[in-house]
């Protein structure tokens, strides 16, 4: 399968292209840093050589199946070497996003996703959005990120019901990612591995809708229809 991930330089892309690339996929990996994606790819080189060794293989295999794309995704056209690297894909991750100043989250976290998704959108391809908790609880200080996921889950939502391809939106729960910690030092060891496993195998098994992982954060996600927002906070 090939497999694009937009937003693959960090955090869950990361690993969510780590984990497509070592179960055997075409990786097609998207971000602004393409010296953080060809860590990544040296990092899974070096991972699979060394499984190579424990099992006692003859040769090590490459991770030839790993392509680096450089994009800005907030150009307002989207760039034609991107879709042109995610041809053919069956699965697309929109995993990039932000918490900055309103209009640099909004551009991120939805305008971006939008084009993405009406470029890329043919008959076959399943769209894996990623969202959040924060797009139905309020939480304190992230008021612009709540928003923001919150639009865009409406706008897949109505989407959905005309688009060709498949759209699956994910709400993967809390993990540690520079999302919350800033510019980390890379370390391939450190990337959500566990929580990339459970979005790609809720995608291998769901084309399409709106999926909470955690039971706590289903609860809360259920809760703020019940009592609102600000209210579901408490049910964490």
């Not at 009406?118 to 399943?126: I, K, Y």
Request: proline content about 3%.
């Amino acid at each position: 399968m090939k497999v694009g991930v937009v937003g693959a330089s960090s955090g869950l892309g990361a690993a969510i292209a780590a984990y497509h690339s070592r179960r055997g996929d075409n990786v097609v990996a998207v971000a602004r840093r393409m010296a953080r994606l060809e860590e990544i790819a040296d990092a899974l080189r070096h991972v699979v050589a060394s499984s190579a060794i424990t099992t006692g293989a003859s040769e090590a295999p490459q991770n030839s199946n790993w392509v680096s794309v450089q994009a800005d995704i907030t150009a307002e056209v989207v760039q034609q070497e991107f879709l042109d690297a995610l041809t053919d894909a069956q699965r697309i991750y929109l995993v990039a996003g932000v918490n900055a100043d309103p209009l640099s989250t909004f551009e991120t976290n939805v305008l971006a996703p939008i084009r993405i998704a009406q470029a890329v959108d043919n008959v076959g391809l399943q769209l894996v959005v990623i969202s959040s908790l924060a797009a139905v609880v309020a939480f304190p200080g992230l008021a612009t990120y709540c928003a923001s996921k919150a639009a865009l889950e409406q706008w897949m939502a109505c989407w959905r019901s005309i688009a060709h391809a498949d759209v699956l939106v994910i709400r993967p729960g809390q993990f540690d990612s520079e999302f919350h910690s800033g510019p980390q030092t890379f370390d391939f060891e450190r990337l959500p591995h566990q929580r990339a496993f459970e979005v790609a195998q809720l995608a291998d098994h769901h084309r399409q809708g709106l999926h909470t992982i955690g039971w706590r954060d289903r609860v809360a996600a259920f809760g703020a229809r019940l009592v609102g927002p600000e209210q579901a906070l408490r049910l964490l």
